[in-house]
């Protein structure tokens, strides 16, 4: 069963602001999640349907919807900013 994988607005423009190096790194992981959209390195956010995955210093912040198979990237960041 694959998931599709949408961006939010902001998701999409702090992905495009990244490094070309990050943005590669970013983008294996998020064509990971269209086949499994919780792998073993994702954590659920305390308080929020929301899950994340970190990769070095950036994290990728995601919602999964079951029923319309989509996993959305609600925002992408630096772990210093990405929470705020």
């Not at 294996?28 to 308080?47: F, N």
């Not at 989509?70 to 772990?79: A, C």
């Amino acid at each position: 069963m694959t998931y599709k994988v949408e961006f939010s607005p902001a998701a999409k423009r702090a992905f495009d602001k990244l490094p070309k190096d990050i943005q590669r790194r970013l983008a294996a992981m998020i064509g990971d999640l269209m086949e499994q959209p919780r792998p073993r390195q994702s954590i659920k956010m305390t308080g929020h349907d929301l899950y994340r995955i970190r990769s070095g210093d950036y994290r990728l912040i995601y919602r999964i919807e079951d029923d319309k198979l989509v996993v959305l990237i609600v925002t992408i960041g630096h772990r210093r900013e990405v929470y705020r």
